[in-house]
Structure formats: structure tokens, C-alpha cells
């Protein structure tokens, strides 16, 4: 269909984390649209389509030029890392449309994302009732952030954490964990992946009392499981009252 | 590769929203495992590949079956729907593999949750934190789920309930709006995506204080915003701190 633009969420691992809607999508498109680094993950799929890339920090720019791109006529797809509707460019696309551009037909198709990724990895560590919270303080003030982390752990859900650590701010890892360890036990285990379903993907696991913050990046996912979460043999497993 | 149980996640949604990843390894094993209604799903991508199914709450027969398998040389796919890694099958099986499989060789593939596929139908809901809750007490404690609800709610994070309704339970819903309406404002945005990602995928948006929980079944996603949410042109949104 013509005169519309898909968000589309490319996974957050290798091309095999794509689901098929993903890839017919950016096949069958007129213009691709995205963060240079995404676009590249994806050249070989990429035959005459036209390509509007820019770096970082350039959301609203791309968005407003893709939903344009649309209106004009054209098939184009927004490219988004894991799934485009978890802190990726679903919302700011919709807000977009939803103020300047009513008229044009937006469809956002999932991906995989490096919490389910990164879950797959370590073993079976959100089987059971998960708290997902960013600890980027660039968009959301630092006490909002607190305050859910709190909750997740006095709630005592799995926690995972997306923006774990960048160079920024490296410090509120560590914050984050201190309050977490307030209301979870130290032998809770915690889980680190890396770049999730990618190549070079690295796995660390530890507890809330001897994690290290070093471990964990930008490209990092970190997971805090629950009261009952166990590792066994090298797995992270959250049981879900099965009697095994 | 041999004697080994991959645990695939096959989607909540259509054929187009496996992965490449999950549909390679069925296609190349010997053995599917699963559940009736799952392997329906993909039996069209089956060719000779042996099949075990059984019905439902028979997980454990089936999991212990997968992993007898793989011990004795097989490749075996073990079918869950949605990510098997969140309330499906990957908890179980790695539990067993701990405790009586230590020798198999086992890998998660994780697939697009009902959560996913049904914030992609309704807009971009899940754009800031989110608790993930199930609502089935057949497996935890109405307490714990209580005091989940209630953490969540005060959090302020976005809500995603899975199981929120059966005919062994049409009540629980209610009681858990209650619970969330004591933290959110009663305009708080609600949508409710039967049977996410399929040809007869149905929408409902409401709010708290209107939602009907007789919209809601075992084939559905609930999901209840923060305290920023808001529905415009029939679209779902959170947002995250962008200057649109």
C-alpha cells in the first residue's frame, strides 16, 4: 500500500531475530528511513529503495521526514532497533501524526526486543511477573525513576533494565541497585547481557550483592529476578509453580 | 546440530510474525513438541518431522518428552506461542533440564508476545516503564498478584496484563481495575486486543472508570497507561519526554 509509513522494529540481535512482516516490509517499500547504525544491519536487504539516515539525537527530524515522505505518496518504512513500540520511534511517530499529520496511515510492525533476547540467552528468567525500566534520565527525571524502582522491587518483580549504564551517567547503575538490594534479598540473581542475540553477545551472572557495574554498558541488558529466582548450572531461572 | 531441545517461540500473532530463526529451526528438526492448538498453527511449514502433542496442562508429560528425546539424539523443537521465555514453556523445561537433563543441550528462541503484537494494533502504549502481570491465580497466590497490582499502579507504570480473564475467573479483572483505581486516575486510558496479530484481531479503547470487562477474554491483552497516556484519533499513546 502506498501512501503509508510503517515503524518498523528490526529486533535488537542478528538478521534472524527479523520476523517475516519485518523483512517484507523493507523489501517491498519505496524509502527507508532510520538511524545510520540500524540501516547498516539491514543493507542486504536493500535493493533500490531510497534511504534517509542521520545520526543520533536526530528522532524528531527523521520522524517529521518519514510521516512528509508518506503523505507525499510513497510505501516508506521507519527502521527501529528491537521493537519500535518499547522506547523506540513508535511514540514520538504516533505523537507526530496524531498533531501534523491525521491524514497519513501509520502501522507499526514489533520486533524482538534485547529483554527477550537477552532472557533467551540466560535461560528462563521472566517467566514470572517483570518490571521494564529505563534508567535514561535524559527524557524521564531521576526521581520518577526511583520511585519505580522501588515499587518493582518492593513488589518484588523481575526487573529488567533497559539503558542500563552509558558514559554520561555511570553512576546510576550503581543507585539503582542500592535502592533495589532496600527491599531484595543480596543473593537475588542478576543477569548481564551484551549485545543479545548478536555475534559478539557476552553473558555475566552474579547477585545484587556482587554484580559489577563494570560488566554493563550501553549495549547491555541487565535482569534482577524475583524471591524465588534461582541459577543452576549456569542458568537463570524465575519457576512459576509448576511441580517439576 | 543433534541431541539437542530448541524451545521456540512461534508469536502470538500470524504466520508473518515468526522470526527467521524460529521457522528455520522447525523446519530442520525431527521432532516438534507441543501443544494441540500451537502445532496447528504451523503445520504448514511441517514436512516429516515427527510430532508429539498433547492438551492442555499437560505441560510437564510434554516437557519431559522433549528432553527424553534430545538425550536420545534428536533434534527437537519444543513449540510455545508468544516468547517462550515470558509464562511459557522455557521456565519448565530448563527446570527439568536442571534437576534430571543436566547432559541436553538446550536453546531458547524467543518469539513476539501478545504485549508486543497487541501495543503495535493499539498505538504506541508501552513507550515509558511497564509492569508485565499476569492475572491467572492457577499458578500464584491472589496476594502476590495483589500486592503486584498495587506496586505497579502506585509506580505509575504502564500496565500489561496477561490471562486477565477465563470463565474460571471472570471476577478477578474487576477486583484488579479496583486495585489499579485506587493509584490511576479513572480517565486513564485502557485498551484491550483480542487475539493480537491475527485475522480476527478486535480493538476496544476505554478508560478505567468505562472499560467493560466483558470485552475481555483468555485470547486477550489488557493494557492500562500511565499518568501521562492519552488517546487521540483512535490511537493509544504513551509518551516519552520528546519535544514534538
Given at each position: 500500500m502506498k501512501n503509508k509509513l510503517y515503524i518498523v522494529g528490526?529486533?535488537?540481535?542478528?538478521?534472524?531475530?527479523?520476523t517475516l512482516k519485518a523483512i517484507e516490509v523493507i523489501q517491498t517499500c519505496d524509502m527507508i528511513v532510520g538511524y545510520k547504525r540500524y540501516i547498516q544491519y539491514i543493507?542486504?536487504?536493500?535493493?533500490d529503495q531510497e534511504i534517509f539516515s542521520t545520526g543520533m539525537k536526530k528522532e524528531i527530524e527523521r520522524c517529521t521526514k518519514a510521516l512528509e515522505c508518506a503523505r507525499e505518496g510513497k510505501k516508506v518504512a521507519m527502521i527501529s532497533s528491537g521493537d519500535a513500540g518499547v522506547y523506540g520511534m513508535a511514540g514520538p511517530i504516533l505523537q507526530l501524526k496524531a498533531e501534523k499529520f491525521p491524514d497519513v496511515d501509520v502501522e507499526v510492525i514489533p520486533g524482538i526486543t534485547a529483554m527477550n533476547l537477552g532472557a533467551a540467552a540466560l535461560g528462563a528468567p521472566l517467566m514470572h511477573d517483570t518490571a521494564i525500566i529505563s534508567l535514561s534520565n535524559l527524557l524521564t527525571p531521576w526521581e520518577t525513576i526511583e520511585k519505580r524502582l522501588e515499587h518493582a522491587a518492593a513488589g518484588d518483580f523481575v526487573i529488567a533494565l533497559y539503558n542500563p549504564r552509558s558514559n554520561g551517567r555511570p553512576h546510576l547503575l550503581k543507585r539503582a541497585r542500592d535502592i533495589i538490594a532496600k527491599h531484595k534479598q543480596l543473593n537475588t540473581p542478576v543477569g548481564i547481557v551484551k549485545h543479545?542475540?548478536?555475534?559478539?553477545e557476552e553473558l555475566f551472572l552474579s547477585t545484587l550483592k556482587d554484580?559489577?557495574?563494570?560488566?554493563?554498558?550501553?549495549?547491555s541488558i541487565v535482569i534482577i529476578g524475583n524471591s524465588c529466582s534461582f541459577i543452576s548450572n549456569n542458568l537463570f531461572i524465575t519457576p512459576r509453580g509448576y511441580h517439576i
Open positions: 528490526i529486533g535488537s540481535g542478528d538478521r534472524k531475530s527479523l543493507e542486504d536487504l536493500i535493493e543479545a542475540g548478536r555475534e559478539k554484580f559489577n557495574d563494570e560488566w554493563v554498558d550501553m549495549n
